[in-house]
């Protein structure tokens, strides 16, 4: 059974950073990708980075460039958002979610078959 838990969330100073951690466990191949999304109070989930567990290719919504960094550690199969210069906006709770894959597209990437999904870990950055 595959399982995403998530970890990392928390209360944050605007201007400050946190490092989200996705463990990933019961996948049988290495073939799938790991994408974060967010969900802030009163509006829609949004994609933010894709990064797939078969060759580190990595996905961004320009939005997040610049600011979030998605990063693997095969070894643990734990996948990780470092988060950098937090905005109040940025206050969401923050999935992740698999198999995929992630298509590249400008400024923006397209996923697919996202079954799988964490329960999500809350980020809070206060006005």
């Known amino acids: 059974e595959v399982q995403l838990v998530e970890s990392g969330g928390g209360l944050v100073q605007a201007g400050g950073s946190l490092r989200l951690s996705c463990r990933a466990s019961?996948?049988?191949?290495?073939?799938?990708?790991i994408a974060w999304f967010r969900q802030a109070p009163g509006k829609e989930r949004e994609a933010l980075s894709c990064?797939?567990?078969?060759?580190?290719?990595?996905y961004y919504e320009d939005f997040v460039k610049g600011r979030f960094t998605i990063s693997s550690d095969n070894n643990k199969n734990t996948f990780y958002l470092q988060m950098n210069n937090l905005k109040p906006e940025d206050t969401a709770v923050y999935y992740c979610?698999?198999?995929?894959?992630?298509?590249?597209?400008?400024?923006?990437?397209?996923?697919?078959?996202?079954?799988?999904w964490g329960k999500g870990t809350l980020v809070t950055v206060p006005s």
């Open positions: 990064i797939s567990r078969t060759d580190g290719s990595t």
């Open positions: 979610a698999a198999p995929g894959p992630c298509i590249a597209s400008t400024g923006t990437f397209y996923y697919y078959d996202m079954e799988y």
């Open positions: 019961g996948f049988t191949s290495d073939k799938y990708a």
